[in-house]
């Protein structure tokens, strides 16, 4: 706030721009690519933040004596509200500026984990665990349909593309501060969290844009083509992250069948990430010209079916990690498309993008359920046979979708 004078000599209140308002003035050029930064950078740290949470999160229900059971539903409880309000926070993102609901997101969000750590009891974390699940959906589809907006295909890619490698390094590095925080103190990882949410909210406020209006991209695909490709890849993706469900919620306990210490177990387990965030890099630096085609998606399913098989019958370490690399690689290369096919040309950006979410989040929570129960009276090895047969049958379901759209648009360009 500053006074000065009014044309006619009498003093006046005026509101001056926040200072990092001044940031984001400049050429048209040079101000996109600041606002470009500014998101990748809250794709960063919300990554980090969330992962954090999910890591320190079984580590405090432990500390209030929960049962196996109660983690499970603990561990539960966060993607199944996140899955079940994204839908609906996409929808919001079409009506309302996205930086405002990522701002309120970030906003409980923060509340939230700062007073969760003063619970007593195992069942008093849910509430605050669902809460925080949904709220964190008003912070992701809306991200990525403002990321979306206004640009063609190769701008779209080679945005994604970027905004998939910061929420990716976000996701590497966010156990690892968390277990450093944890070790120190247990209310750490919570505060520390809380804190970058804060961070997070103050870069936002001064990015401009957002406004809510999302533009489709200039060079639409034909509608015939966009849905049956569009719901392949949604197969695909459903497959994928059902796997890696799966592998996150069983692996730990055949690992340590096997011998393997828990140091081992963190680093196979963190090849998945890398192995994502490195297809993430190719697919941004091939700037669009590999998501158009299914040619890429067939090859990733190819390999992950083999490195499923792999996992299943592997007793040594390398054994496992290449099959979790051939995992890692189906992800980053399921996401990118869906991500994509799930933004270019839609005017409702944002609801498409909420259904993005929500397909990667039932996948994550269906697989451990079902490959718990198969592990429970089959054995340890025949989840990861589930998961290569899932994702080979994923690939039957693309055939026939493929086919039911081609028969309904003769005229469509093929993909």
């Not at 999910?54 to 499970?72: D, E, K, T, V």
């Not at 936002?204 to 083509?225: F, I, M, Q």
């Not at 994509?340 to 609801?351: D, E, P, R």
């Amino acid at each position: 706030m500053s006074i000065r004078e009014s044309h006619t000599g009498a003093p006046r209140l005026v509101c001056d721009q926040p200072a990092w308002g001044k940031l984001y003035r400049g050429s048209p050029l040079r101000r996109r690519v600041q606002v470009a930064l500014s998101l990748e950078l809250a794709a960063f740290g919300m990554a980090v933040v969330v992962s954090m949470v999910n890591f320190a999160l079984p580590l405090l229900a432990m500390r209030l004596g929960a049962s196996p059971f109660q983690l499970g539903v603990v561990g539960t409880v966060g993607p199944l509200c996140y899955t079940l309000a994204a839908p609906f926070t996409g929808r919001l993102a079409d009506r309302l500026r996205p930086k405002r609901l990522m701002i309120a997101g970030a906003v409980i969000y923060a509340l939230v984990y700062t007073g969760i750590v003063w619970t007593e009891r195992v069942e008093d974390l849910l509430p605050p665990v669902g809460l925080g699940g949904a709220v964190v959906a008003l912070f992701w589809p809306p991200l990525a349909a403002w990321i979306a907006e206004g640009k063609d295909r190769e701008a779209l890619a080679r945005a994604l593309g970027e905004y998939n490698v910061a929420w990716c390094t976000g996701v590497v590095a966010g156990p690892l501060l968390g277990g450093l925080a944890f070790h120190v103190n247990f209310r750490l990882p919570f505060w520390g969290a809380a804190g970058l949410n804060m961070a997070i909210i103050a870069l936002l406020v001064g990015v401009p844009g957002g406004s809510g209006a999302p533009t489709r991209a200039e060079a639409d695909p034909p509608s015939g083509v966009r849905h049956p490709m569009l719901y392949v890849i949604w197969v695909a993706n459903f497959a994928g992250y059902f796997a890696l469900g799966t592998v996150r919620a069983l692996f730990p306990k055949l690992g340590t069948e096997l011998g393997f210490s828990p140091k081992a177990l963190g680093i196979l387990m963190a090849l998945i990430s890398l192995a994502q965030l490195a297809t993430f890099v190719h697919y941004r630096t091939k700037a669009g010209r590999d998501v158009r085609g299914l040619k890429p998606l067939v090859a990733a399913q190819a390999l992950a079916v083999g490195g499923m098989g792999l996992v299943s019958i592997s007793k040594e370490a390398y054994g496992f990690a290449l099959g979790f690399l051939l995992l890692g690689f189906l992800l980053g290369t399921t996401y990118s498309l869906s991500l994509f096919h799930s933004l270019y040309g839609q005017v409702q950006m944002g609801a498409y993008s909420g259904l993005n979410e929500a397909i990667v989040g039932s996948g994550i929570l269906v697989g451990p359920f079902v490959g718990g129960w198969v592990a429970q009276h089959s054995g340890l090895r025949a989840p990861y046979v589930l998961c290569a047969l899932i994702v080979a049958g994923a690939v039957t379901i693309e055939g026939v979708l493929l086919r039911h759209g081609a028969r309904n648009s003769p005229k469509a360009e093929r993909p």
